[in-house]
């Protein structure tokens, strides 16, 4: 995504529905050192840490694995209703990092590949890029995932001699396609998971901004078979400049947990996570009683105003159309004409807007009449202007201008 | 390096020269948030940022190749002498994942291998690991590199079918033999890397804590043909718990420099450092006019009054021989008897003092009568008892007891 963030860069007049970014409404730099005194206050009453081990938590080297890991169970259990060991977390760079550990865990050779939900956040395909990992796609189908593709995807990678380790997905609110998976289509793809002896690496970045229904359950909280390995994040939810994320990986290995195999990978990469940065996200949670529902009522409410604004807004475009997704970020619109970088830049340079061309999604194979719009990052005068200019745009398109 | 934590957990009472973290005698949490003010008030003032700017900056996801760039290119002009491009900086997660990113960059394929002078940092060793790079020991000799076998083991692998793409050392106060190389060493090195066409990986935590003597010029600063790699980590001169470290990479690479590539790695890998923990650095640096060696003062001569004290406290030893180096960390002592991790073991359980075995940092293959003391994180009176612990271990040893 180096080129979309350069555009961006470039222009940096365009409205932009290009970056998947949180608000900033709410960013207050102040926050940051009350973050970290609550942390603080929460070792010395808590935990009964001395001053001397404060300052070695925050300051020193710290555990591999994390030092905000009860703090991370407390959450799971409060907003998702999953129990989580805190020695079966990691606490890492971002989720990002999370995924990284995951693949290279699983890959003990060539013949290992992942499956991934296409269209793909390029976040794991980048991740199993750097780690020369095959990404197989399977088709999303208008319930977020074709499960009879899943599983002819899984024999056929076998009868090719390969080894399928794990399926990737964001079931809730996908990136880039919004779509979710209902609670049947959930446990079925479990079952199909057991039955076929894969996991399932779920991402659950947006689960939180609903915009209207009740939340489903997690495939986590639905998992009694140790199938499912969770990607958490808290970039959307707590603070994107602390970098902090991290991974529930409950499942036996020898003596321990596949966490603590992540663990020792992790040594290897970045030692350990801040624990700097995982005091702040730390501080937030404790603010909060642990819970990102509540810590996220503004910010739910601000996604929920801006889908709402998008969906109607788009009612200007004819011969397009679009998902309307129950909640998260993204929008994806199909229209009659190739979309690609260039158009992109054309979009950006001669009318004033960016989005994210839907083909980086496809690996390049698919998804060329297609570009993603995220509303998190814009006001509701943004939204209204930058799709005038974008249906400018698909009007001279159209046109040949 | 996980057995030397978990031994070290489970003994907390023994007194350990294991671990080479830096003194924690003037960590104060109050220095976070001040860091984080001046590195407020610096891009307010010195870059006449709004808030809303400030707060983007720190909390928002931040650029890839990092914040601080133009901090570390200054600290690097006041400490070292040596001129970065701030674009040819990338911020990284601890000096770990600087390593991680170039091996990466360097690995085209399975041809592609790294050279390191024997005995290796382990995080160096971890890193290859992780990629699958293989690792050439070359022998460190008494001058910290032995060229002659470095040319041998640069054309032997040539002749092998292998690409040589670079050499990593520690050349002050090397971990874990505590060697330096001196100035002509340093520029036949250089030559030597020009001639044969392959990169230096010059990694430098402990340069600026010597205990005697000028601090010669890094690799980097007498780098002509930009053939070094320069690995920083703040981990021992800034704050640990920040996690960040950066590379300079300033070789061209198509129209941009090896930094770009990297850049375009970090992407996969975490995304961006995070740039709370950039600021709490960058607020260090600013508090300090961006000399370590002037933030340094305590800590510098609490690792020289500790060297002293240990290269004093070991007379107390016969038929051991130990290593007196100029500054650093680590001391390295060997004796005439097995040294391995049940011996470690032992140490802890029954004699209440930790070290490490120097087979660690020879990939298994020797050092098999050698420890490593660390005496950064110890007081005055611990090491005298530890030493003290410790004779008794090998006297004991000796008798077969």
Redesign the interface.
Known sequence: ??LL?EIAERYPAAISFAAG??T?EH???A???RY??LY?DYLVRDKGYS??Q???E?????R?KGVINDLVARNLLVDEGITADPESIVVT??C??AM?LVL?ALRAGPQDVVLAVAPTYV?LT??A??LDMPVLPVRDGAGGIDLDDLLAQVRGARAAGLRPRALYLVPEFANPSGVSLDVPTRRRLLEIASAEDFLVLEDNPYGLFHRRGERPPTLKALDTDRRVVYLGSF?KTA??????GYVVADQPVGSGVLADEL???K???????????QA?VGGKLLEHGCSLVAANVREAAIYRRNMDLMLAGLGRFSDVTWTAPDGGFFVVLTVDFRVDDALLEHSAARYGVVWTPMHHFYGGTGGFNQLRLSCSAVTGAEISQGLDRLAALVTDVRRGV
Chains 1, 2 share one sequence.
């Open positions: 995504m180096n963030n970014r949180p900033e960013f207050d730099f926050d940051l050192s970290l005194g603080r001053d001397a404060v300052n070695r925050l300051m020193q080297y710290g591999t760079v971002g990002q990092e990284v290279r976040g980048g991740a890029r750097l970039a603070v994107p400049g602390a970098r902090v663990g020792k990978l040594s290897m990469l970045t030692v350990n996570t801040s624990p700097i940065a702040v």
